[in-house]
């Protein structure tokens, strides 16, 4: 296989581990849940680390908590120190979405080094000392870091999925003077137009159970429903209720995992006011009921 991957999954916070080349990995944080989610990994020396902040805010903590650096929403970090180690302890606020992507200057150099001159990273002045450096994430990063979050592809695809958006991530990461999106997709360009539809996207989960119509939706975020329609399926993938249909049933799978909600309110919670209604939804997006896939998880 290209990717190998695993879930792990703590009350509503939860991670997967994207392997794409034995030194090239992918990190996805969510933490949907109430409290701080915490992750702890070790990092080896010879490794470059950037954390992607989607949504909400995290922080990397250092030197066993004597100092730490806020990751905000919509803002990365580059990391690296040839001379130590920089483990990875990163701390997710309640409501947060992080991907961290590791990978090892010998790949880096490899995939970079005809551009080496415009990379400020690998100058021959940065290349054998510790660099940091903190950016904004471009319009054209977020929709590949949504994608990354929000695929809806068959599960034969995903690892292909997954090696191919890892490489783009890193592509347009230094691509700071042009947006390779303008010509196909103009729409995107417009920096306004993307923070409508990312809105639009959060008043859809914030009333999951019961969602605005489109256009309402469209209304409220100030865009017709042509470009509602068509930004959110460049942004997300997929249309809004396709993507709500799926961001609903992930939400029930965690509340049911983490044991404070049976059927019934798992249902209820995202909208669904009989249980059977609930059981079928389910049953077509993970492919087995709620009870059978509690059973096959050990919960």
């Known amino acids: 296989m290209l990717v190998n991957t695993y879930d792990k999954n703590v009350a509503m916070g939860s991670e997967e581990t994207i392997k794409i080349e034995n030194d090239f990995t992918l990190f996805r944080f969510q933490n949907d849940g109430a409290q701080p989610f915490r992750v702890l990994k070790e990092i080896a020396t010879g490794l470059i680390q950037f954390h992607f902040c989607l949504k909400g805010k995290a922080k990397l903590v250092f030197n066993e908590g004597s100092y730490a650096l806020d990751l905000r929403e919509e803002k990365a970090f580059l990391l690296y120190n040839p001379q130590k180690e920089l483990p990875m302890n990163l701390e997710l606020a309640p409501n947060s979405w992080v991907i961290s992507v590791v990978v090892s200057i010998k790949k880096f150099h490899s995939l970079?080094?005809?551009?080496?001159?415009?990379?400020?990273?690998?100058?021959?002045e940065n290349r054998d000392r510790k660099y940091y450096d903190e950016s904004d994430i471009t319009p054209s990063m977020s929709i590949v870091l949504s994608q990354l979050f929000h695929y809806n592809l068959h599960p034969s695809i995903k690892n292909l999925y997954y090696k191919g958006k890892g490489y783009e991530l890193l592509s347009l990461y230094f691509n700071r003077t042009e947006d390779p999106d303008a010509e196909q997709c103009p729409f995107l360009i417009d920096e306004e137009n993307v923070l409508k539809i990312r809105k639009a996207k959060d008043i859809v989960i914030a009333?999951?159970?019961?969602?605005?119509g489109l256009q309402e939706l469209a209304d409220q975020v100030g865009l017709t429903l042509k470009k509602l329609k068509m930004g959110f399926k460049q942004v997300y993938g997929d249309s809004v209720y396709s993507f709500l249909f799926d961001y609903k049933m992930e939400y029930a799978r965690k509340l049911l995992e983490d044991?404070?909600?049976?059927?019934?309110?798992?249902?209820?919670?995202?909208?669904y006011s009989t249980a059977s209604h609930f059981i079928s939804a389910f049953k077509k997006k993970f492919g087995t009921?709620?009870?059978?896939?509690l059973m096959s998880v050990g919960s």
């Open 112 to 124: 970079f080094s005809a551009e080496a001159d415009v990379i400020p990273f690998l100058s021959a």
């Open 207 to 212: 009333h999951m159970a019961e969602p605005p």
């Open 259 to 271: 044991g404070t909600h049976n059927v019934n309110e798992a249902g209820l919670r995202i909208g």
């Open 289 to 293: 009921t709620p009870k059978k896939y």
